[in-house]
């Protein structure tokens, strides 16, 4: 791949540059539910509410009742919201050192798949995540979400650059076979050594 072709670099944040793990969400909410975790889990589904509430359709507090019903929580919204918010585990630091390191030749944007209230919480907790980017675009603001095309088309639009100029990284497959299908050179970033490979193909990483 050549460099010159590049001029945007573009990465998810959950997986990519910040980790995070549901079940700290199951752990806190076994104290109000009638559900074990494990059971919970069995329970929980990336489902059509989920995906409303990624976009911006829903309220928190919708999403959260929806949340309520199908596992079984007996508590109100703030105590759900707690459970909410513990999946966050840590900043990858190897990956956020070099995207910043990246930012000395390329912009450096996020795009995430999230909603208000994971939103407003990552970005307190990493504040040095939240200014690696030179701007983060969430679906719950898009109206729209990876892998819809429509995510990928926005990005483009509102920096002003083609797609194929645009490299992508994302954990999930499928959110990287439908940036590719939209024409960005997008990475499945399975850990960072992915993120540091793919930045030394375009002779952008120490």
């Not at 010159?4 to 793990?21: E, M, N, P």
């Not at 603001?141 to 194929?164: N, W, Y």
Request: with cysteine; proline share 3%; charged share 20%.
């Amino acid at each position: 791949m050549r460099s010159s072709k590049i001029k945007t670099l573009l990465f998810d944040v959950g997986g990519v540059v910040i980790d995070f793990d549901f079940n700290r969400a199951f752990e806190v909410w076994a104290s109000i539910s009638h559900l074990s975790c494990a059971e919970m889990k069995s329970a929980f589904k990336f489902d059509a509410a989920y995906e409303q509430h990624e976009r911006g359709e829903i309220t928190a507090e919708q999403y959260f009742s929806h949340l309520a019903t199908i596992l079984k929580l007996q508590d109100g919204h703030a105590r759900i919201a707690e459970g909410w918010n513990a999946i966050f585990v840590g900043e990858i630091s190897e990956t956020r050192l070099l995207l910043q390191a990246a930012r000395g030749q390329f912009p450096c944007y996020a795009l995430t798949n999230t909603n208000a209230t994971h939103h407003a919480t990552w970005s307190a907790m990493f504040p040095v995540v939240w200014t690696s980017f030179e701007r983060v675009f969430a679906s719950h603001e898009m109206g729209c979400r990876k892998p819809e095309p429509q995510a990928f088309e926005h990005i483009a639009h509102a920096l002003g650059v083609s797609t194929d100029s645009i490299m992508f990284f994302d954990d999930v497959l499928e959110n990287v076979e439908a940036a590719t299908r939209q024409g960005l050179h997008a990475v499945h970033a399975r850990s960072p050594a992915d993120v540091r490979n793919a930045l030394q193909s375009i002779g952008c990483a120490p």
